[in-house]
């Protein structure tokens, strides 16, 4: 990346965050590659309570990625992969960010701080598993220095996805 990343700040997610995450993943844009329609807010609810476990037993989550202006863009951070096909046990890095904020490099910047809390957490790898047609998130692979793994077939909706890996 030929451009300086823009600051960003990770925070374990506060209850307010799974609202204000509800509201900016409302977008279809933000949401083509997790199944096409806005969650819940129970949804939300459940996973930022689920993210505050994590990092206190495991020292990693999804956290809340701040802007420079401390307002909450989306989410960046890590967790583990627990369902029963695709890389199961591993820890997975993910990111989810509200469409005005796309391109800006907010996501590579808050990636780069996640590998770094993972290596801190004791972790030697990760994954990040991405639809094969998601062009932005393949690309932010390939500027953390992943590199393909495997390809196999989600149950549900039966696309094609890749998991890339990164040693630590």
Not at 56 to 78: K, P, R
């Amino acid at each position: 990346m030929n451009r300086a990343l823009p600051a960003v700040r990770l925070r374990v997610p506060t209850d307010e965050d799974a609202v204000t995450w509800h509201r900016i993943f409302a977008d279809p844009d933000v949401m083509e590659f997790h199944g096409g329609r806005p969650a819940e807010l129970s949804v939300y609810e459940e996973l930022t309570a689920r993210q505050r476990r994590h990092d206190a037993e495991l020292g990693f989550c999804l956290w809340s990625v701040l802007d420079g202006n401390g307002q909450v863009i989306g989410f960046t951070g890590a967790q583990p992969w627990d369902r029963e096909w695709g890389p199961t046990g591993e820890i997975e890095i993910g990111w989810r960010l509200a469409r005005e904020h796309w391109g800006k490099g907010y996501v590579t910047a808050a990636a780069l701080q996640t590998l770094d809390r993972v290596r801190a957490a004791g972790r030697t790898s990760v994954v990040a598993v991405v639809k094969a047609d998601n062009a932005r998130s393949i690309a932010v692979t390939r500027r953390l220095g992943m590199r393909l793994g495997e390809t196999f077939t989600t149950p549900v909706s039966k696309a094609e996805a890749h998991v890339y890996r990164l040693g630590l």
